[in-house]
């Protein structure tokens, strides 16, 4: 029971030891209490050490404290709340050898929290989700892929044209019409106090991503950070008023097209192993790109008999989409080390399987980066997380390891479309992940890694997601 509590603190950890000059008494006492799930009593021992600290260290010990609330937001469900959606959402009740038999597979996740078992907020669904044995109990079907229709895949793959690029197949392009909307609850903040806001806004950056235009916004003064960092966003002010939401929003239009590389066609040119990007690309980025024993062993093994990067590739993408089932995630925040999380707790979401795909591909000297957006499927528009990999005299190739599983699909590559492809409806807002914003955000963002919701913080705090709402409303013009 305690490592279950300690897997999901120990970014916090990670956090608090950088605190360097803090007096190991706080220190130590800080880490018992959240080892022990005593969160009440670590964030009392927290603002003690507050007082006694310097400015640095202050701002990470807030980050500690803003975390365990993070993570009490996350697992907020009882077991009588469990049993209950099981019961209305599964026809049957579920017995305490049951659960007892999901919290050991941990496909019922959950938390030690000031001496409460508490479970993930999505924790009920997740079990049908990685649990065969419990599908079977409801007669729930298998997960399909996250594809929310394959008729649009279908239809797409069967108009493609070929490009110069040997190989290279584009998909029938689309065009749609965004209005993004960022809410920050009524008297959250003081009336009169200011609210910084960074909403999400399409990268001009990205080859499948063209005609990009800025069509109003909600503050005639803002700032489009263009493509100077990886996450691209319209920054604005607004000054909060009392009983009254504050709202941000903005309005834009893009262009996506879809791709698809025929695996078949490509060989692949030595890599020119001097080239910064080559490196950059192949290298471990702490904390959630790291060559593990975990990582080495898995992908060696899956990869024994895989001779060119094409092969390793094609061995790793079956790998996860055979053996990680997608489920409904904890903030990524609250996460020391994602792709060790996907291994230990045997799923993940797309941005979650998205970096263990990029993690054993690195570590096997093939490029890999990653990128993100939304989903802007008829029906489904969501965020959503994905790959590229680099073949030396090919280029980028999209790789959607989420969309990669299912029943068969009547196009020549079937469902691994998205092993080496992409579709048309796609925002792309970040060509990679935990970077910096323009312009500067001074406090820990709420989303430490990705960018797809929105940023929001006033002159002495970050505003988590408890805290505002977002929405993105989309219109197709063809």
């Known amino acids: 029971m305690k490592k279950a509590v300690l897997f999901g603190l120990s970014v916090f950890m990670t956090t608090f030891f950088a605190c360097n000059s803090l007096k190991n008494d706080y220190r130590q006492r800080i880490d018992n209490e959240i080892q022990q799930g005593n969160f009440t009593a670590a964030k009392k021992i927290i603002d003690s050490a507050r007082k006694k600290t310097s400015s640095p260290e202050t701002a990470q010990l807030q980050f500690l404290k803003d975390s365990l609330h993070r993570v009490e ?45 508490r479970y993930f907020r999505n924790a009920a669904p997740n079990i049908f989700r ?31 044209t070929a490009t110069d690029t040997k190989g290279k197949y584009l998909l029938p392009k689309k065009t749609i019409k965004v209005h ?10 003081a009336d009169g106090e200011t609210l910084y806001a960074w909403l999400p806004f399409p990268r001009k950056d990205i080859e ?28 604005m002010e607004q000054k909060a008023e009392k009983g009254k939401p504050t709202v941000f929003w903005i309005d834009f239009e893009f ?9 078949s066609e490509i060989e692949v040119a030595a890599y020119d192993k001097s080239d910064y990007s080559f490196k950059a690309h192949i290298s471990e980025r702490k904390p959630h790109i790291q060559f593990s024993d975990n990582i080495k062993k898995i992908t060696d093994s899956v990869t024994q008999n895989a001779q060119t990067p094409v092969e390793n590739l094609q061995a790793i993408y079956r790998y996860i989409a055979a053996n990680y089932p997608w489920a409904s995630a904890l903030e990524y925040s609250t996460i020391a080390n994602i792709p060790e999380y996907v291994i230990e707790n045997r799923k993940g979401d797309c941005g979650q399987l998205a970096l263990l795909l990029i993690t054993m591909l690195r570590y096997k000297g093939i490029p890999a980066r990653w990128q993100s957006g939304w989903m802007t499927h008829p029906g489904e528009v969501n965020l959503h997380d994905w790959a590229e990999v680099y073949f030396e005299g090919t280029g980028w190739i999209p790789v959607d390891i989420s969309f990669g599983r299912g029943g068969a699909v009547p196009i020549k590559p079937s469902r691994e479309f998205f092993m080496s492809g992409i579709d048309s409806y796609r925002l792309y807002i970040n060509s990679d992940f935990s970077a910096k914003f323009f312009p500067r955000k001074r406090y820990p963002r709420s989303e430490t890694v990705d960018f797809q919701r929105g940023e929001v913080e006033t002159s002495n705090r970050n505003l988590y997601f408890d805290e505002w709402d977002y929405k993105m409303e989309v219109e197709y013009l063809d």
Not at 84 to 102: C, H, Q, V, Y
Not at 107 to 113: D, K, P, Q, T, Y
Not at 132 to 158: G, Q, V, W
């Open 180 to 189: 993004y909307t960022l809410t920050v609850k009524a008297d959250v903040v």
């Open 208 to 235: 499948r991503q063209t005609d990009v235009k800025l069509l109003a916004t909600s503050q005639p003064n803002y700032v489009l950070s263009e493509d100077q960092t990886q996450h691209t966003s319209v920054y």
């Open 130 to 160: 990685i649990d065969a044995s419990a599908r079977e109990l409801s007669k729930t079907p298998a997960p399909k892929s996250d594809t929310p229709r394959d008729s649009l895949l279908i239809d797409a793959f069967n108009h493609k």
């Open 73 to 117: 937001l996350d697992f907020r469900r009882t077991k009588e709340e469990i049993i209950d959606w099981i019961e209305k959402n599964r026809g049957f009740t579920p017995t305490d050898s049951m659960l007892n038999a999901w919290e050991t597979s941990k496909a019922l996740e959950f938390r030690i929290i000031d001496g409460e078992k």
């Open 255 to 263: 262009s996506s097209q879809g791709e698809w590389f025929d695996l």
